[in-house]
């Protein structure tokens, strides 16, 4: 009995075991890892800004700032002071006005002519600014403190925007070429830092010129202030009433009462007018004098009172400006020296009041990107019109033929010339870099004549004093099948194909060899160009018409705008780097998003930048980091800069759910359906809409799905079949947008669909219950042999054991099988 109860204490302990044991089974493979899953993509190019403004911080005095004064009272006399220090640095420059005469106002400009140095109108164009008001006297529209940017388009019309910073009173009207803005800003320190962006402000004030804005002209600084006016009414000056109304006329006696007592003592007072032809009947002593308040004077000294030899008038007008040929005119009372002196036409009868504006400029700065731009608007004509185009009389946008995109432009000359022309006012140099390019298609030319042509040709002007006008022509066909002559300030060239009809010609020509003809013509180099045509002419009963497109001159900049290569990392921050090649020296910024935060520069010497050598601030959702002038002159032109920034995980969100559950969990059976979740979040907090995301589920079969978000950064995949093998898998999700970049995981764990546990239980309750049948049958078995033993042989008595134990079982036996 025993080992029979030895076997089944070790039956049960098994079967007690085996549960635990099948749980323990993982059936199929696992991919799960616990190593730092990252990913990289390239991100959007970001945009260098160069700072095109000469001696924006007055360090070195004026020069090339040029001074415009106009109606000064005090012109020259400290109208335009350096002073010291300025807003972190050690100069400033301070402007002055105080008003002069009576006209519209008064003002002191310092001026910066972009003209050479050309600078593109973008969409990334920006004006900084520091000033400071320091006196502001009027109070009127034309008293205030402003900068200035002259904008040029491509049909010549000019465009200001006035950013103004203080004002007497509310700002000028907009008109079609000027707008005003009242431009608020941060402070620091009594100062007023100025930050705009002048694409978005020009778009606002000059919608309808918008689209062809070209460059920027100038940069002025202003101080405007305007004089007030007193009458020149001296209330001694009075009228010997007759008529009984109440203001003079010509039949009455003026007098001069230099003690106001108003009453006419003809031993003290003079009389100033007593009549024309015939002279008035003699004053009587002591008659009561009275005033009128339009008996006026010209007050040539401008002390506010009258003088002798001073004209006095009636100001029938009311207007303070000695009228004599309206209708009626100014009757003058007193005229005729030596007492008075005679009244000019136009003489103000009214003296000013001067009031003085004065303000203080600093750092004034305008950026403007730099990379491939295109000095013609609208070249190609794809926007379904001439837009950009002047002088279209003659052409319209074709849609029939192109030789690209959709669109080019027709002219149709029906014995006549017409010329489609713009106006490139940006007037950028001719150098190695200058290209025209442009396509022509010859439709017809019925015409033999010189008269008959088709060409696109260049206006130029060289850089003497003079600016002297110069033309380039390139020609696609003649009538004569020949060109006209060079002329001193005009050449002549052929198109590649020229003469061809029904056929696209084009040109691709650089322009510096092309100037070489002026050089020796005695014009003075560079050469700037001005304005661009597409001609189209015939003679007299003839037609010309001729399609042109791809009309392009690009402007190549370098750098071109930073590269960028976006890294994220699983539940950390994500990190960019930029690389800008060939920067020259010069102040500039990196515009990168507002949720960026720079880890560190590198300079083109492969150095980290000190914190102190650049700066960072945050405008309109955009983080701009900027490398002033004294920086950049450490290292060498046309170098390489590298920016490396950093911002929170934008992938803020990712679980699991069951499918018909909202409840997160990371605990599924195998085989069934679960709903993929993701968020994600600029690093305010922000949702970021319409970012692409990507989930990567990594398992004996991976799966993936992409998408993009929502308005609140959801992006979901619903109804996702999880595999049958058990075991922990890893659902990656990675969201990339334009500004910020996201990856996370986490880990899902699959349970095994089918019962192998609980067959396996069964099964082993089944095989105990079979054995503890057989060990009971064995059992009752021998309980029954021992009750019937056979009689042994003699030879089997010699084989028993020899112990006594032994023996004593056998007398035992024995006894048990006595009857």
């Given at each position: 009995m025993g080992s029979t109860v030895l076997l089944q204490r070790l039956?049960?302990?098994s079967l007690l075991a085996l549960p635990i044991a099948v749980s323990q089974i993982n059936v199929g493979l696992s991919t799960g890892t616990n190593q730092l899953l990252t990913y990289q993509t390239s991100g959007p190019s970001a945009p260098i800004s160069f700072q095109r403004i000469n001696d924006s911080s007055f360090e070195t005095g004026i020069a090339p700032w040029t001074e415009i004064d106009y109606n000064n009272h005090t012109s020259g006399l400290q109208t335009i002071q350096?002073?010291?220090?300025?807003?972190?640095?050690?100069?400033?420059i301070q402007l002055t006005v105080n008003s002069g005469n009576l006209t519209i106002d008064s003002h002191v400009t310092l001026l910066q002519d972009l003209s050479r140095n050309p600078v593109a109108f973008g969409n990334s164009l920006r004006l900084r600014a520091s000033i400071q008001s320091l006196t502001l006297q009027g109070s009127t529209t034309t008293d205030r403190v402003e900068i200035s940017l002259t904008l040029a388009?491509?049909?010549?019309?000019?465009?200001?925007?006035?950013?103004?910073?203080?004002?007497?009173?509310?700002?000028?009207?907009?008109?079609?070429?000027?707008?005003?803005?009242?431009?608020?800003?941060?402070?620091?320190?009594?100062?007023?830092?100025?930050?705009?962006?002048?694409?978005?402000?020009?778009?606002?004030?000059?919608?309808?010129?918008?689209?062809?804005?070209?460059?920027?002209?100038?940069?002025?600084?202003?101080?405007?202030?305007?004089?007030?006016?007193?009458?020149?009414?001296?209330?001694?000056?009075?009228?010997?009433?007759?008529?009984?109304?109440?203001?003079?006329?010509?039949?009455?006696?003026?007098?001069?009462?230099?003690?106001?007592?108003?009453?006419?003592?003809?031993?003290?007072?003079?009389?100033?007018?007593?009549?024309?032809?015939?002279?008035?009947?003699?004053?009587?002593?002591?008659?009561?004098?009275?005033?009128?308040?339009?008996?006026?004077?010209?007050?040539?000294?401008?002390?506010?009172?009258?003088?002798?030899?001073?004209?006095?008038?009636?100001?029938?007008?009311?207007?303070?400006?000695?009228?004599?040929?309206?209708?009626?005119?100014?009757?003058?009372?007193?005229g005729s020296p030596p007492?008075?002196?005679?009244?000019?036409?136009?003489?103000?009868?009214?003296?000013?009041?001067?009031?003085?504006?004065?303000?203080?400029?600093?750092?004034?700065?305008?950026?403007?990107?730099?990379?491939?731009?295109?000095w013609i608007h609208n070249g190609g004509f794809e926007t379904g019109d001439l837009n950009g185009w002047g002088n279209t009389a003659g052409f319209i946008a074709a849609s029939n033929?192109?030789?690209?995109?959709?669109?080019?432009?027709?002219?149709?000359?029906?014995?006549?010339?017409?010329?489609?022309?713009?106006?490139?006012?940006?007037?950028?140099?001719?150098?190695?870099?200058?290209?025209?390019?442009?396509?022509?298609?010859?439709?017809?030319?019925?015409?033999?004549?010189?008269?008959?042509?088709?060409?696109?040709?260049?206006?130029?002007?060289?850089?003497?004093?003079?600016?002297?006008?110069l033309a380039i022509y390139y020609y696609f066909k003649t009538g004569t099948g020949t060109l006209p002559s060079n002329t001193t300030d005009t050449v002549n060239h052929k198109v590649a194909g020229f003469g061809s009809f029904f056929q696209w010609?084009?040109?691709?020509?650089?322009?510096?060899?092309?100037t070489g003809y002026f050089d020796v013509a005695g014009y003075t180099a560079p050469y700037r160009i001005e304005t661009i045509g597409l001609e189209t002419s015939a003679q007299t009963s003839s037609t010309t018409t001729a399609y042109f497109d791809d009309i392009s001159t690009p402007a190549f900049y370098t750098p071109t705008p930073a590269v960028s290569t976006y890294y994220a990392a699983d539940g950390i921050n994500s990190t960019y780097a930029y690389s800008a090649a060939r920067v020259p020296q010069g102040s500039f910024y990196l515009s990168v998003p507002a949720g960026q935060s720079v880890l560190n520069i590198t300079s083109p010497a492969n150095t980290i930048l000190q914190a102190s050598d650049y700066t960072t601030q945050t405008v309109a959702g955009t983080r701009l980091i900027t490398v002033p002038i004294s920086t950049s002159l450490k290292y060498a032109s046309l170098g390489e800069w590298r920016f490396y920034a950093t911002s929170q995980n934008a992938l803020t969100s990712l679980y699991a759910t069951a499918t018909g559950s909202n409840n997160p969990t990371s605990n599924f059976n195998g085989g069934s359906s679960i709903n993929l979740v993701s968020q994600s979040k600029d690093p305010l907090g922000s949702p970021l809409s319409n970012s692409n995301v990507t989930f990567l589920f990594y398992s004996s079969s991976t799966q993936a799905f992409n998408g993009r978000t929502n308005n609140q950064g959801w992006y979901n995949q619903t109804n996702v079949a999880l595999p049958q093998n058990a075991g922990t898998n890893i659902l990656e999700a990675i969201t990339v947008s334009s500004p910020y970049i996201g990856l996370r995981t986490t880990q899902l764990t699959i349970n095994s669909a089918f019962p192998w546990a609980i067959i396996g239980y069964a099964s082993i309750i089944g095989a105990a219950l079979v054995l503890f049948g057989l060990f009971y049958l064995r059992s009752r078995r021998r309980r029954q042999v021992q009750h019937v033993v056979p009689l042994q042989s003699s030879s089997a008595k010699r084989n028993l054991p020899r112990t006594g134990g032994d023996r004593q079982k056998q007398v035992s036996r024995n006894d048990a099988r006595t009857p």
């Open positions: 039956l049960l302990l350096i002073v010291h220090p300025g807003l972190n640095d050690n100069s400033a388009s491509s049909i010549g019309n000019n465009a200001r925007i006035h950013y103004v910073l203080a004002s007497g009173s509310s700002l000028p009207t907009n008109t079609t070429s000027d707008g005003y803005l009242a431009a608020t800003g941060t402070s620091s320190s009594g100062w007023t830092l100025l930050d705009r962006n002048v694409a978005t402000d020009a778009a606002t004030i000059f919608p309808a010129l918008f689209t062809i804005l070209t460059s920027v002209k100038d940069v002025r600084l202003s101080v405007y202030s305007t004089s007030q006016s007193t009458p020149t009414y001296d209330p001694r000056i009075k009228y010997y009433e007759t008529g009984g109304d109440s203001y003079w006329n010509t039949t009455e006696y003026v007098v001069y009462d230099p003690d106001s007592d108003g009453t006419y003592d003809n031993t003290r007072d003079t009389v100033l007018y007593n009549g024309t032809t015939p002279v008035l009947p003699p004053l009587p002593n002591q008659v009561p004098l009275v005033n009128d308040q339009w008996i006026k004077f010209v007050d040539t000294n401008l002390n506010g009172q009258w003088d002798p030899g001073e004209a006095i008038v009636y100001d029938w007008h009311h207007d303070g400006v000695y009228d004599y040929n309206s209708n009626p005119t100014d009757p003058t009372i007193c007492l008075c002196g005679p009244p000019i036409v136009g003489s103000l009868l009214q003296d000013p009041v001067r009031e003085q504006t004065k303000a203080l400029f600093d750092q004034v700065e305008l950026y403007s990107t730099n990379g491939n731009y295109d033929l192109s030789h690209s995109g959709t669109f080019s432009s027709l002219g149709s000359a029906p014995g006549t010339t017409i010329d489609l022309a713009q106006s490139i006012d940006g007037r950028p140099a001719v150098d190695s870099s200058t290209r025209l390019l442009a396509s022509g298609y010859i439709g017809s030319m019925t015409g033999g004549s010189s008269s008959d042509r088709a060409d696109v040709w260049l206006g130029l002007v060289d850089s003497s004093p003079q600016a002297n006008p010609l084009s040109l691709n020509q650089s322009l510096l060899p092309e």
